[in-house]
């Protein structure tokens, strides 16, 4: 035979047949012709072109090829609208002897949801040479057979189709034979054999002969086999069969062992010559053999399985051979019976499982393809659901089904749907296949976040923890997912010119809110925060609610005296005549606390006195009065501890020292409190000694040195702090001091400045003019002349001064 062609000979070959038409494209139909075994990714067709489609529309609707079976043929570019062949096309393979040989395929488009129907017819190419069953073919021919004797010759089996076909046969050499072509009802050739001459089998006993099939492809393909015959003796009759055509039916469903047939030939012959063996002949190779016959009786029996969708009828060659190789050839038709043996396949051939709750009616859920392969009414299908429920199936093209929404959902009724499929044939009996699929019903972001309550309250104790939690709240939102998820923002505002997200936080997923920083019961009584709840759905839903958070007081702040006021540069004290009866108001202290409550009630007590038994202090009132009569033997100098305490718990409290001057004039109170700041001094310096000494011994005279420096400066800056105080001042003037009238112990007061010498402890006085204050004011550090204080008095009042 010729030897085969590659596949790009054949395509240089058959380029002619690469042309791929488009036969029609109607009502949403398209049908291609293409040849067998091209490449991958050639060219099939321009299904963009042929429907009037956009090649944008492709990409947008997804557009995607559902072919039926497991081999997936071509594909689509969805870039240029083309069909191209995605793996090799064998049209043997695909259709055997069918033709013409196709195979349809929908293409589905979404958004909307479009079907268009494909064919592809594929074309035979010369690639397959005709083939015998055998490689020998041995034949035994008597001597006697006369001239004109037919013997039947295994034919080649050619899987290509029209001219690619077996066409022919041909035999050499012809001394004693001739060929004769026949061609059966499926247009499949075979040859038989007939004898010309007479043999002889004294002259020779063999003869080989060379039986070619030529098919009709271009260029040409062919294949041999030899025969060889050996000439027997005479026998001069041979088998006939009763029939030249025998038909039969057996159903599919026919058992293993059943009788299809009872074939019978006669050989006119008489004893052993007579005999006949009964065979089949143009069996392929390699297929598994679903009939035998029985040699002796012609019996023909099932041995496998019959299937009505893969093969309809089988033509079987009969051959009756004596002892001596008389032979005679009959036929058997036999033909397959459908029975409704198969159930119908349903597919989801798109489904995604899920669809949002606000589908309008008339929405498509999925897109069903209901096969069935048995044929007539056993293959037609009907396909249904419950009707209870709110969908129903539309009928497609072809097989092809549509389940769509029937009534609006809601997915806080019903979340899910198990929906049962059943695809019922129309065959005797009917046979039903159920299919259950399990339909999602997506959430919609239709509710907002809400709060169980418009208005929450609660409390916190000042002087909290940064970070502690104040107080939980939480909202409940009935949508699922993303949409339920719920987010906790605090509405900023403002409080004194502060952001409230200075003072508050709030975890965002917990709802829990924080407090950034210690709060202060004495600067914020009170909070109002806005929170929003807000869910996670597009567009997301919310709502908001108040929470007002009440700061509880805690005494956390001491008493703060007013008056007397305390300076560590001067001695202030309350004069006291000798002649002052019982009861009299020495001076009153005057406290504040900023706390409120029962932790801002003060009380007043005297912790220590020069002589206890001379005054008393009030309780609530804090005034300082005499409990006895001044007497001679009393001391000038009269020292006071005062101890203020607020009523919290724990209690917190504050001393004052109040220093009273017991006299009638001022020049002896004068004389008194100079002894006392002298001595003062002199303990002050002697310590300054001792303290200087021992930092030379250990060498530590810088560093003493630089904390006597701190020390200073920091004590010029606490009285510049209580220069500068905010605290307001509440003045109290006695009223027995008072001599704005001239109704009190002194007919005058007087200010006076006492200036002292270093190695002197005479002081000079200055009478200064009269004035309406009531304390006598001793600076005990006073070194210079009056007009030396006087200008040092004015420094010092100046606010940027160093001192």
Same mark, same amino acid.
């Given at each position: 035979g010729a030897a085969p062609l590659t596949r790009d000979v054949l395509w240089k070959v058959r380029v002619s047949m690469l042309l791929v038409c488009v036969l029609s494209a109607v009502n949403g139909q398209i049908r291609y012709s293409v040849p067998e075994e091209m490449r991958k990714g050639l060219f099939v067709g321009d299904v963009a072109k042929d429907l009037g489609l956009d090649v944008k529309r492709l990409i947008s609707g997804r557009a995607r090829l559902v072919i039926d079976g497991n081999n997936q043929y071509v594909e689509l570019n969805q870039n240029k609208g083309h069909l191209v062949v995605k793996e090799r096309i064998d049209r043997e393979k695909l259709c055997g002897q069918k033709s013409p040989c196709s195979f349809s395929l929908e293409m589905i488009l979404e958004? /909307?949801?479009?079907?268009?129907?494909?064919? @592809?017819?594929?074309?035979?190419?010369?690639?397959?040479?005709?083939?015998?069953?055998?490689?020998?073919?041995?034949?035994? @021919?008597? &001597?006697s057979s006369p001239i004109g004797t037919v013997f039947l010759?295994?034919?080649?089996?050619?899987?290509?189709?029209? =001219?690619?076909?077996? !066409?022919?046969?041909?035999?050499? /050499?012809?001394?004693?034979?001739?060929?004769?072509?026949?061609?059966?009802?499926?247009?499949?050739?075979?040859?038989? =054999?007939?004898? !010309?001459?007479?043999?002889?089998?004294?002259?020779?006993?063999?003869?080989?002969?060379? +039986?070619?099939?030529?098919?009709?492809?271009?260029?040409?393909?062919?294949?041999?086999?030899?025969?060889? @015959?050996?000439?027997?003796?005479a026998n001069d009759n041979a088998p006939v069969f009763t029939e030249s055509l025998y038909k039969v039916t057996v159903v599919e469903n026919a058992l293993g062992s059943t009788v299809v047939a009872q074939v019978s030939a006669i050989d006119a012959d008489q004893g052993y010559n007579g005999n006949v063996t009964y065979s089949f002949t143009h069996m392929e190779e390699g297929t598994p053999p679903l009939f035998h016959i029985d040699p002796h009786t012609g019996e023909i029996k099932l041995t496998g399985d019959l299937d009505y969708e893969t093969?309809?009828?089988?033509?079987?060659?009969? !051959?009756?051979?004596?002892?001596?190789?008389?032979?005679?050839?009959?036929? +058997?038709?036999?033909?397959? +019976?459908?029975?409704?043996?198969?159930?119908? @396949?349903?597919? =989801?051939?798109?489904?995604?499982?899920?669809?949002?709750?606000?589908?309008?009616?008339?929405?498509?859920?999925?897109l069903i393809s209901v096969q069935d392969v048995d044929a007539g009414q056993n293959g037609q299908v009907r396909l249904r659901i419950d009707e209870n429920l709110p969908f129903k199936i539309k009928t497609s093209l072809r097989n092809y089904y549509t389940l769509v929404t029937e009534k609006s959902l809601d997915r806080e009724k019903v979340s899910r749907y198990n929906i049962t499929l059943t695809a019922t044939d129309e065959g005797l009996p009917p046979i039903s296949s159920m299919t259950t699929i399990v339909l999602d019903i997506s959430d919609v972001n239709d509710n907002a976040p809400a709060f169980s309550q418009n208005v929450y309250s609660t409390h916190v104790v000042e002087n909290n923890s940064p970070g502690v939690s104040v107080l939980a709240i939480q909202a409940t939102d009935p949508d699922r997912g993303q949409n339920a998820r719920i987010s906790y923002y605090l509405i900023d505002s403002e409080l004194n010119g502060n952001p409230m997200s200075t003072y508050f936080s709030i975890n965002s997923e917990k709802g829990v809110i924080h407090s950034v920083r210690s709060l202060d019961y004495e600067q914020v009584k009170e909070f109002k925060i806005l929170i929003k709840a807000q869910d996670g759905g597009s567009p997301p839903l919310s709502s908001n609610t108040t929470v007002l958070i009440y700061v509880q007081d805690q005494n956390d702040n001491a008493p703060q005296v007013l008056y007397p006021v305390q300076t560590s540069s001067s001695l202030v004290a309350e004069m006291v005549p000798r002649s002052a009866d019982v009861g009299y108001l020495v001076t009153k202290v005057v406290a504040v606390d900023v706390d409120s409550g029962q932790n801002a009630w003060l009380s007043y007590k005297l912790q220590k006195a020069?002589?206890?038994?001379?005054?008393?202090?009030?309780? !609530?009132?804090?005034?300082?009065?005499?409990?006895?009569?001044?007497?001679?033997?009393?001391?000038?100098?009269?020292?006071?501890?005062?101890?203020?305490?607020?009523?919290?718990?724990?209690?917190?409290?504050?001393?004052?020292?109040?220093?009273?001057?017991?006299?009638?004039?001022?020049? &002896?109170? %004068?004389? &008194?409190?100079?002894?006392?700041?002298?001595?003062?001094?002199?303990?002050?310096? %002697?310590?300054f000694y001792l303290v200087l000494a021992l930092a030379v011994v250990s060498f530590l005279f810088i560093t003493c040195l630089v904390v006597i420096i701190s020390v200073k400066i920091y004590r010029w800056r606490q009285s510049r702090i209580l220069y500068h105080s905010d605290l307001p001042v509440i003045p109290y003037y006695p009223p027995r001091y008072a001599d704005t009238l001239g109704t009190g112990t002194l007919q005058h007061v007087y200010n006076y400045e006492v200036c002292r010498t270093t190695d002197s402890r005479k002081s000079d006085c200055q009478f200064a003019r009269p004035c309406s204050q009531n304390v006598l004011i001793i600076d005990p550090s006073s070194t210079g002349t009056m007009q030396r204080i006087q200008n040092e008095k004015n420094i010092l009042d100046e606010p940027d001064s160093p001192l």
């Open positions: 958004s /909307p949801l479009e079907l268009y129907s494909i064919t @592809i017819e594929i074309e035979d190419i010369n690639d397959n040479a005709p083939v015998f069953s055998k490689k020998d073919i041995h034949l035994e @021919i008597g &001597e010759l295994d034919g080649a089996a050619d899987p290509d189709v029209g =001219m690619n076909s077996l !066409q022919s046969y041909t035999v050499k /050499p012809t001394d004693h034979f001739v060929l004769k072509q026949h061609s059966r009802a499926d247009g499949s050739k075979y040859a038989e =054999m007939v004898l !010309q001459s007479g043999l002889d089998r004294e002259k020779q006993s063999e003869h080989s002969l060379i +039986l070619t099939a030529v098919d009709g492809g271009d260029p040409q393909r062919s294949g041999t086999v030899k025969i060889h @015959i050996t000439v027997l003796d093969v309809q009828n089988y033509e079987i060659n009969l !051959q009756a051979k004596d002892p001596w190789g008389l032979t005679g050839a009959s036929k +058997l038709v036999i033909e397959i +019976l459908d029975i409704n043996d198969n159930s119908p @396949i349903i597919t =989801m051939t798109s489904f995604s499982g899920k669809i949002p709750e606000d589908s309008i009616p008339g929405t498509v859920v999925a020069t002589e206890r038994a001379l005054f008393e202090v009030g309780l !609530q009132n804090g005034e300082i009065r005499t409990i006895r009569q001044v007497n001679d033997k009393d001391a000038v100098k009269q020292r006071l501890v005062v101890v203020v305490e607020d009523n919290g718990q724990p209690s917190r409290s504050t001393t004052v020292n109040v220093n009273v001057a017991v006299a009638d004039s001022f020049p &002896e109170v %004068l004389s &008194e409190f100079t002894d006392f700041t002298h001595d003062k001094e002199y303990n002050d310096n %002697l310590t």
